[in-house]
């Protein structure tokens, strides 16, 4: 309850309009920090992971941030602007809000924020229905499950089906288990290769 308190007054910071105006091309990321910090009052908690950074963006305090200064935007806006006028083809900068206080870092290594989902799928690892329906006389000597019109003209089941033994139905459930359990392992698979693969490393 505290950190969503601290949390709220963070963006509600944020929402506040600065101007940035003071900010050149020439302005290094540490000095366009502290200029975002002392905008509002109180001065903006943000915290920068320069390591980070430095290993995973090449980018240091005295990186330049390449951008003009602009007046009558959001806090918020401001801070975005920055961040990617600094990030690269490889590597991009975000924040999040933790805590109280604004954590800037390459958006890969940034905590992500998440809700568990749960979806059914069992439709997919069922073994597909094979339904198999005889008509007329000629099918009347059927296998289990085929049917065939009555002579009232509506389907009646085939006379004379036979049932299966409880060793054919052990052995069909065992395919049908092995079977489930590779699909099992192709949709696990896709998912850890489709969904920030490199998260599952």
């Not at 809700?115 to 069992?122: E, G, H, L």
């Not at 597909?128 to 008509?135: E, I, K, L, S, V």
């Not at 006379?159 to 590779?182: I, K, L, P, V």
């Amino acid at each position: 309850m505290i950190y969503a308190l601290k949390n709220g007054a963070v963006y509600k910071q944020l929402q506040q309009t600065v101007d940035l105006s003071a900010l050149t091309v020439q302005t290094t990321l540490s000095e366009a920090i502290e200029l975002l910090r002392n905008s509002t009052e109180p001065p903006l908690k943000i915290v920068v992971m320069w390591r980070d950074l430095s290993d995973n963006a090449n980018i240091d305090q005295d990186t330049t941030i390449q951008m003009d200064g602009v007046s009558g935007i959001t806090l918020h806006t401001g801070l975005e602007i920055l961040l990617r006028a600094v990030s690269s083809d490889y590597a991009k900068l975000g924040y999040i809000v933790k805590d109280g206080i604004i954590i800037v870092a390459t958006t890969d290594s940034l905590p992500v924020k998440m809700s568990t989902r749960v979806y059914d799928i069992s439709y997919l690892l069922a073994a597909p229905a094979r339904y198999r329906f005889g008509f007329g006389p000629g099918f009347q000597r059927g296998f289990p499950g085929t049917f065939y019109p009555g002579q009232s003209g509506q389907f009646a089941p085939t006379a004379g089906s036979g049932r299966s033994t409880y060793s054919q139905r052990r052995s069909r459930r065992g395919r049908g288990q092995e079977q489930g359990g590779r699909r099992a392992d192709r949709i696990s698979g896709i998912i850890r290769n489709t969904v920030r693969p490199n998260r599952w490393r």
